[in-house]
Structure formats: structure tokens, C-alpha cells
């Protein structure tokens, strides 16, 4: 069974830093486009970075040059290094294939305190 377990988020002051990791279960991973989204209370969910099979990124403008998507395909894994976080940052982020997306998973909440 396909699956997305998300993990890594937390409490933080504005300007911490904070590193989440996706674990995907399933064949597709390395050949796929990956995502790291967010949602917001009472906003709609917003992708914030993703990168290519091949590795190449691209980011959501907010948060150029503060959040860097990596992944490792033998892991089956996808990471987002966010650094310098402000308090509009606070979301639940979730991982995801960009194309034809699967079930979501649970997420993991990212909380940065003013």
C-alpha cells in the first residue's frame, strides 16, 4: 500500500530553523516529482517546493532562498530544510507526488512563535 509519513515538525521561534523528512512507501518515488505543501487554518493547501526526479527545484516565492527541498531516492525519502521561519510559515506540511497525487498523509505541524 502506498503511503506518505511526514515528520520533523515543531515548536519554534521566529527565525529557528526546522528539517522535515517524507518517507514514501511504493515503487514510484524515484521517478517521480515530489512536493512539500502546507495548509494553513482556513487556507486552501499551497505547494511550497518541489523538485524533479532528476533534482532540480523550485520553490514557492515566499520562501525562496529560506526553505531547500532535497530527497534521497534510495530512502525513498524528501526533506525541506526551512531556515530563518516566520510566524506565516505556521502550517501543517504534507508531502506529495506534483502529478497525480496519492492519499495524503497525516502531515506534521510547523508552529513559529513571534
Not at 525562496?64 to 526551512?82: C, E, H, P, W
Amino acid at each position: 500500500q502506498v503511503q506518505l509519513v511526514e515528520s520533523g515538525g515543531g515548536l519554534v521561534q521566529a527565525g529557528g530553523s526546522l528539517r522535515l523528512s517524507c518517507v514514501a512507501s511504493g515503487s514510484f518515488f524515484g521517478f517521480s516529482d515530489m512536493g512539500w505543501y502546507r495548509q494553513a487554518p482556513g487556507n486552501q493547501r499551497e505547494l511550497v517546493a518541489r523538485i524533479t526526479s532528476t533534482g532540480t527545484t523550485i520553490y514557492r516565492d515566499s520562501v525562496k532562498g529560506r526553505f531547500t527541498i532535497s530527497r534521497d531516492n534510495a530512502k525513498n525519502t524528501v526533506y525541506l530544510q526551512m531556515n530563518s521561519l516566520m510566524p506565516e510559515d505556521t502550517a501543517v506540511y504534507y508531502c506529495n507526488k506534483v502529478f497525480n497525487s496519492l492519499a495524503w498523509g497525516r502531515g506534521t505541524q510547523v508552529t513559529v512563535s513571534s
